[in-house]
């Protein structure tokens, strides 16, 4: 079956280092990507998505690009800020709007 | 964007009971929810597909009797845990799909943190 791996954390960076998160997918055809934020004590929200290969989705200075040929989702930032503490996970769905599936997420920690 | 809710956010309950869990679309209609179970420190796996108007469709190695799921309408699903167990102890997040606006995204409840003594 589909599935997503992540690297694993937590990630501990001081305020305005950049950041990377990889993601890599193994699934059938070509399935929707996504990144989802957790902030402590609230919901899942959605970051970025890209639909097919090659799309970049972009948000609040993060930003992702579908590559299909490494099967990955890599989430990158260029300067992070401690409001960026939170855990990200990786997901996909094969179906838009159907079950989604997870990587383990990743904690990151920014220090001030 | 659109809201989904939960309620209650926590439960602590004793072994043996069981446990009803809401999760509510509040400004649209969801002819879908998705239930989750995450464990500490570990993402989120799905344990069914909540219909609305009809029976739930659970995954693989999840107890249907265990876990009962009703979609009474299309801003309701609940999930009850029946004679729970300290195992049962986890987080678990509702999800909804706002196919009514044309992007389907998925919104997510904040979940219900069960606790089974």
């Known amino acids: 079956g589909d599935s997503v791996t992540q690297m694993e954390g937590p990630v501990t960076l001081s305020e305005e280092a950049f950041l990377t998160i990889n993601c890599t997918y193994t699934a059938t055809g070509y399935p929707s990507l996504f990144w989802y934020v957790q902030y402590p004590g609230e919901g899942l929200q959605l970051l970025l998505k890209?639909?097919?290969?090659?799309d970049k989705g972009s948000n609040k200075g993060f930003e992702a690009t579908y590559r299909k040929e490494t099967t990955s989702f890599h989430l990158e930032k260029g300067s992070v800020q401690v409001s960026d503490s939170a855990v990200y996970f990786c997901a996909l769905t094969q179906e838009y709007g159907n079950k989604l599936v997870f990587g383990a997420g990743t904690i990151l920690r920014v220090k001030s | 964007g659109a809201v989904v809710s939960q309620h209650p956010s926590w439960v602590i309950c004793k072994s043996g009971t069981s446990v009803k869990i809401e999760c509510r679309s509040l400004?649209?209609?969801?002819?879908?929810m998705f239930w989750y179970r995450q464990f500490p420190k570990q993402s989120l796996m799905l344990m069914a597909t909540?219909?609305?108007?009809?029976?739930?469709?659970?995954e693989q190695g999840v107890e249907k009797d265990k876990f009962l799921i009703n979609h009474a309408s299309l801003t309701l699903s609940t999930l009850t845990v029946t004679s729970a167990h300290p195992e049962d102890s986890s987080f678990y997040i509702c999800?909804?799909?706002?196919?009514?606006?044309?992007?389907?995204?998925?919104?997510f409840g904040p979940g219900t943190r069960l606790t089974v003594l």
């Open positions: 890209a639909t097919k290969a090659d």
């Open positions: 909540s219909n609305e108007g009809s029976k739930a469709t659970y």
């Open positions: 999800s909804a799909p706002d196919r009514t606006s044309g992007s389907s995204e998925q919104f």
């Open positions: 400004d649209f209609q969801a002819t879908t």
